[in-house]
């Protein structure tokens, strides 16, 4: 389903030195599997999850999609295949203040011109499956990390994606809402969805189809 090549990325600093993030990757992910990527901070995992997830682009090497070369896409047309197929869980939440759970779950659905009737409807259901049914209208800020963190992953399904990308999901809430988030995610993956996860936590490997070690921005 998911293939790099020769994936390498580099950034340079504004004193125009190199620095390396990605070294050589070549990963291959075959559809509906649990896939973790473990390793340190700055082992590169990040880097290669956004790159997979097309929020950037390599340096060098190629990504294919169902032997389609995706890094060769347009931006509208990564946009879009985002939009489409892509689901994203960032570390941080990355909710919007000012909107309350059920609009930041409904937000991706908007571009997709889908009426507001039908954006409530599937934001609640997912909410609700979330246990935040009473929470529908409540801002980020009246909420717990964990409750931040449910809502980001109802925002992340909205859309029924292929694929499920999850940046450290557990490493900002407690032990139990963590157990909540790994057992939801396999359950994800009973339902056909594809799920790669950068992760410090152990527990996901317990679960994992597959997982890579990261270190230095190469795959050990």
């Known amino acids: 389903m998911i293939r790099t090549e020769n994936l390498c990325k580099s950034y340079r600093h504004h004193s125009h030195h190199e620095v390396r993030a990605l070294y050589d990757i070549h990963v291959t992910i075959s ?14 995992k990040t880097t290669l999850l956004n790159i997979i997830g097309t929020l950037d682009r390599p340096s060098a090497g190629k990504v294919f999609l169902y032997d389609e070369e995706i890094t060769a896409f347009s931006d509208i047309a990564l946009a879009r295949l985002r939009r489409e197929k892509i689901g994203f869980i960032f570390q941080d939440f990355h909710l919007i203040p000012r909107l309350t759970s059920w609009e930041n779950v409904s937000y991706p659905l908007i571009p997709s011109g889908i009426c507001f009737k039908e954006r409530f409807e599937r934001a609640k259901l997912l909410l609700e499956k979330m246990s935040l049914g009473d929470r529908l209208y409540h801002t980020p800020e009246e909420l717990s990390g964990g409750q931040q963190q449910r809502v980001a992953i109802a925002r992340a ?3 029924n994606p292929e694929i499920i990308i999850a940046d450290e999901p557990t490493s900002n809430i407690d032990n139990e809402t963590s157990a909540h988030i790994i057992n939801y995610l396999n359950e994800l993956k009973t339902q056909g969805v594809t799920i790669l996860v950068a992760t410090h936590d152990t527990l996901f490997e317990k679960i994992a189809d597959v997982t890579f070690k990261m270190k230095n921005g190469r795959i050990e």
Not at 31 to 44: C, D, I, M, T, Y
């Open 157 to 159: 399904l909205v859309n």
């Open 31 to 44: 559809k509906n599997s649990f896939v973790v990527f473990n390793g340190p901070s700055g082992s590169g």
